[in-house]
């Protein structure tokens, strides 16, 4: 079982910058590429970022390519999200996600199927 908590949301300025925390819970963390969505009222869920087990891989939605970048810490069981520039079409909740447990030779950036989501917690950027 594994548990994720998100934290560092708040609210900022457009062109500001908000770094998340997704601290996971358990000893499978290592083996797992993890990822960040976001879902913005009256939409669906969208995907972006997502980092591999090892964190040399990364990927990134268009939408935040440049202005965004994850990371991993292992040895802290903990992912970031660095946001940058941030623009009020970012205002969302943001999820932090957990991929399944994959061997050391899959060190990709592949997420589905999802084993384990956070609670969320909520950017809003305002003009």
């Known amino acids: 079982q594994v548990q994720l908590v998100e934290s560092g949301g708040g609210l900022v300025q457009a062109g500001g910058s908000l770094r998340l925390s997704c601290a996971a819970s358990?000893?499978?963390?290592?083996?797992?590429?993890m990822g960040w969505f976001r879902q913005a009222p009256g939409k669906e869920r969208e995907f972006v970022a997502a980092?591999?087990?090892?964190?040399?891989?990364?990927r990134y939605a268009d939408s935040v390519k440049g202005r965004f970048t994850i990371s991993r810490d292992n040895a802290r069981n903990t992912v970031y999200l660095q946001m940058n520039s941030l623009k009020p079409e970012d205002t969302a909740v943001y999820y932090c996600?957990?991929?399944?447990?994959?061997?050391?030779?899959?060190?990709?950036?592949?997420?589905?199927?999802?084993?384990?989501w956070g609670q969320g917690t909520q950017v809003t950027v305002s003009l």
């Open positions: 996600a957990a991929g399944p447990p994959r061997p050391s030779s899959s060190n990709n950036t592949y997420l589905g199927p999802i084993d384990y």
């Open positions: 980092i591999s087990w090892s964190g040399t891989s990364t």
């Open positions: 358990g000893r499978t963390f290592s083996t797992r590429a």
